[in-house]
Nanobody, 119 residues
């Protein structure tokens, strides 16, 4: 059983930056970030293979967010730049997808960290 712990969320003004961190308690395969805004469904944000050679982003964050990982530390990061109010959500990391594709279910989920972007 792998546990995931997110950190780095907070309140930031529009145009600002935050860096989220997800620390895993053990080895993981592909990892991803999801977000869920109040009253909305959870949505995929970014994913990265274990090798780091393949990364995938939802269109609305391309060019602004960067996902990366450090396998030696069992950690994945999400660097978020040029933040917008519509990026406000609880951001959760996930590890080891159960099915093909990035946007399905994963074996492990973190509790999430709140990101609030003020206008």
């Amino acid at each position: 059983q792998v546990q995931l712990l997110e950190s780095g969320g907070g309140l930031v003004q529009a145009g600002g930056s935050l860096r989220l961190t997800c620390a895993a308690s053990g080895r993981t395969d592909a990892m991803a970030w999801f977000r869920q805004a109040a009253g909305m469904q959870r949505e995929f944000v970014a994913g990265i293979r274990r090798s780091g050679s393949v990364r995938y982003y939802r269109d609305s964050v391309k060019g602004r967010f960067t996902i990366s990982r450090d396998n030696a530390k069992n950690t994945v990061y999400l660097q978020m730049n040029s933040l917008k109010p519509e990026d406000t959500a609880v951001y959760s990391c996930a590890a080891d997808p159960r099915t093909l594709g990035w946007e399905g279910d994963y074996n492990y989920w973190g509790q999430g960290t709140q990101v609030t972007v003020s206008s």
